[in-house]
């Protein structure tokens, strides 16, 4: 098993910052990687100073640097590519400003500077080192200098008044070279800047290839890089990364050879005109070599016979099309070549003779290897489905919210987002969070919206200024924090029942059996003095009732403790076979006398399985939730009132218990809290009622849930599993 190679590490420079060079880049880095057979990886380095520092440090492979860096690491480098622009390898910084405010050398003088960085040659050094020249040092020429980054923001500084003047590259010192550098920035607004001053040339930027790279991967990427122009694979774009035209080998220094070329096959490039029976006029190639054949010497051939039946039929074919047709046509084909897959796109063009000129119609044929490059689609492909196929909302906004860009994910999960605009609850948590400036770890934004938790990530894009955002349904996860530290709380607090229970349980019994002490002797004590006709006996009955009401606070606090014990306590290690319906019907007992006030009763009992469990404590749990709904409605609609109570078997077998009240319902907020202990929203309440219910019903393996609507009423369901291996018992009429 082989090792796989370490990657190229290729640092960009910081000018290179705006969005669509991350693409180029990206791009650059996959053609590198296809040609060389080593995956090579590209990253920008944030400031001029962090690249110098990692070149001199020694980490980086291959490194897109200034001139002046080109120009001090190229005695310890392996190589140095210098960029050509226009034919040249070196250029010339000019110094613009805004045509309507025309500067001078002589009217330079309390202006306001915008430059790109220390470290940048066309954007700072070039134009500083030549004001210095005439005997105007910048620190004593302008009144401010501000550095911006990259050329595009020196350059919209100038545009929007925030500075006067700013410096770009140009590979002639003449005004049209520079307007074509300045629309490379800030498309056409550069009408409205104006070039007035041009410094001396300087050696271009480059690619410094270090001395921790492999001589041969050097060799093989110095052939690459300088066959990239001209090559016919139609990869000329991928050099709009670094505005440049191709790349030139510096002379090195000392003793030290060029590296030799290395070998790499040059892409097919073949252009041929036919005549009217596809016999070969004229016939060219770089090489001399055409799909794998030789190809000179092919004037007067037919083409089929130069090229090969494989190549040669697609060819004629077009050629063919396009002479019949008067209009030329395109194709794509694939062939083997050298035992190898290539892809080939060929354009035919027909050629009429001029007016009165002898001579007939031919055909001019123009075909061009694909391959590098239909790779290269795909990957551009690839990189552009990103946002659009992402599962997840992406959005990208501008410096203040306004939506630049949002995937179908993004608009599927928020409808409004167009019609809310910056108003878009997401949109200004983002906006909020990136203004805050978070600290690096720091928990990032929540959003709650339509019953979803949707947490942000913010990250902020620098040419041009925005906020790219990608949100996260964490919804279940909120669900599980919630429940896990509902949970821990009710662990907590049942801990803390099992303790108040206990320590307030004997005391409690003191004072019950105190309390019916003192009763008993006061009432028997109450009557001798009635047959004695004394006066106290009054007064006697007025300490009776007294005690009496004590008694009834002692047995409310008595049931609290019950309750309270009921949370702490663990199911029952025994349990039986019991028959729900009547104990649903003993319940509805209990509270009929409540209930004959308040609601008119329907019964849906059908027949349901056994449970497993504790009778008592499933006679608690219908009596609280029986209570809990006859509560809720109203005295004054009784009328109208209507408590359901049904029974039926669930479609896994389970038993299922529903009480539905139609009293005024409850808000989600209220409903989110309902099975809290301690949680009411009537003043009498203990608001254990309800906790101590679910707490039983979760014992007994089942669950108790709740649904309501404000203005419409609530249902409780109580769903258990069936006990096993039992008949199921005949449900009772309803009554």
Known sequence: MTTPAA?????????????????????????LTQRLGRPVVVELAPTYEALERELVEGRV??????????????????????????????????????????????????????????????????????????????????????????????????????????????????????RAYLAEHVGADERRLTPFEFTEPTLADGLIFTARMPEADVTALVSILTSLAGGGAGLEPLLGLFDSEGFVLSSPPGPRATPAPLGVKRAEY??????????????????????????RHAEGQPLEAVLGPDAGDALVALARAARHSGVGGRVEYRLEVDGETRWYAAEATVRAPAPGAPG?????????????????????????????????????????????????????AFPDLLVRGTGHPLVEAALAWARRGAAVGETPPTVHLGGRYWELTVAPLVD???????????????????????????????????AVGHEMGNPLAYMLANLGFAREELTRLKQALREEGHALAGDVDDVVEALVEATDGADRLKAIVQDLRMLSRAPPEHREAVEVVPVLEHALSLVRGELRHRARLEKDFRPVPLVEGD??????????????????????????????????????????????????????????????????????????????????????GGSLRAESREGVGTTLTVILPAAPSTPSPSGREPG
């Open 7 to 31: 990657p190229i590490r290729f640092l960009l420079s910081p000018s290179l910052g705006e969005v669509k060079e991350h693409v180029r880049a990206e791009l650059f880095s996959r053609a």
């Open 61 to 178: 492979d291959l490194a897109w640097a200034t001139a002046e860096q080109c120009t001090a690491f190229e005695p310890r480098s392996r190589a140095v590519l210098r960029a050509v622009r226009a034919g040249r390898w070196y250029y010339h910084a000019a110094l613009v400003c805004r045509a309507e405010r025309p500067l001078t050398l002589e009217t330079l003088k309390g202006t306001r500077a915008a430059w790109v960085a220390p470290r940048s040659t066309g954007g700072y050094l070039l134009p500083a080192s030549h004001l210095t020249a005439h005997g105007l040092p910048p620190a004593d020429t302008f009144a401010q200098e501000r550095f911006h980054g990259t050329y595009r923001k020196a350059l919209l500084a100038v545009l929007e008044g925030e500075a006067d003047v700013a410096s770009i590259y140009s590979s002639h010192p003449e005004e049209n070279t520079v």
């Open 270 to 295: 073949l252009a041929a005109e036919l005549d009217a029976r596809e016999r070969c006029m004229r016939l060219w190639t770089p090489t001399g070599l055409a799909f794998g054949r030789t190809v």
């Open 360 to 412: 007939s119609t031919t055909t001019a044929l123009l075909v061009r290897d694909v391959t590098e490059l239909r790779a290269l689609e795909n990957e551009l492909y690839r990189l552009a489905s990103f946002p659009l196929l992402h599962p997840e909302p992406m959005l990208e906004l501008g410096p203040s919210g306004e939506l630049r860009y949002a995937n179908p994910a993004a608009h599927t």
């Open 464 to 498: 041009p200024e925005g906020l790219r955002v990608f949100a996260k349904n964490v919804t279940a996860r909120k669900q599980m924090e919630a429940q896990l530290f509902k949970a821990d709380r009710m662990a907590a607090l049942g801990s803390l029942a099992a």
């Open 615 to 700: 009778e008592g404590r499933l006679g608690q749990v219908f009596v609280n939730l029986l209570l809990n709904a006859v509560q809720a409605m109203s005295e004054l609609d009784a009328t109208r009132n209507v408590l359901r109570v049904a029974t039926y078997t669930g479609p896994a077998g389970e038993v299922v218990v529903e009480v539905q009240d139609t009293g005024v319902g409850m808000s989600p907020e209220v409903l989110a809290r309902l099975f809290e202990p301690f949680f009411s929203t009537r003043p009498a309440s203990t608001g254990l009622g309800l906790s101590v219910s679910h707490a039983i019903v979760s014992s007994l």
